[in-house]
Each structure stands twice: as structure tokens, then as C-alpha cells.
């Protein structure tokens, strides 16, 4: 399609493009806000300085660890659960390449 047809379907293209990159940086946002194990890990380190720097006490650093390990385990199982279902598919996908039509 050329530049006059771009310009014709402006009106009716324009809004759903629009909306798609919309879409896109809701999503890039959700991400980015989104803990990750990194995070996790740089914040029991940080936890960690904390406690030996004699800015938080034994019982405050033994509740945020055990919030950060949990958030922590939930982000693999997560991640394991998502590698499982990936898997899954592709097992599908061989099985009915396999199959005689």
C-alpha cells in the first residue's frame, strides 16, 4: 500500500494503531513494575547491609527476609510453571505432526 492509500485508511487505521501502542506501553509498564528475581536478590542484600549497619533490628530483618524469600519462591514457581506449560505446547505440537491425518 502506498502513501495515498495510508492517507485514504488514516481514519480508520489511525484509532486502532493508536490503541495497539496503547496497549504496548500499559504492558512494558505492568512489566517493568512487576518484581523480578533480581530485585528480590538485590533487596535481601540491601536487607542484609541494613541489619549489620544496625539500622533495623533482628525481628524487623527476619519479617521482610521471609516476605522477600516468599515473593522470591512465588516468582520460580511461577517461572517453572510457565517453562511447563511451554513445554506442554510444544509437546502438542509434535504429537499432532506425528498423527496421520
Do not use: C, K, W, Y
Amino acid at each position: 500500500m502506498g502513501i495515498l492509500g495510508s492517507i485514504l485508511l488514516a481514519p480508520i487505521t489511525g484509532p486502532a494503531h493508536g490503541f495497539v501502542s496503547i496497549l504496548n506501553t500499559l504492558r512494558e509498564q505492568a512489566e517493568s513494575q512487576m518484581p523480578n528475581e533480581q530485585s528480590m536478590r538485590s533487596e535481601l542484600v540491601t536487607l542484609n547491609a541494613r541489619l549489620e549497619a544496625g539500622e533495623i533490628d533482628e525481628a524487623e530483618f527476619q519479617a521482610r527476609e521471609a516476605e522477600l524469600l516468599a515473593q522470591l519462591r512465588a516468582i520460580r514457581a511461577e517461572q517453572q510453571a510457565a517453562a511447563a506449560a511451554a513445554n506442554d505446547e510444544g509437546e502438542d505440537d509434535d504429537e499432532a505432526e506425528d498423527e496421520p491425518p
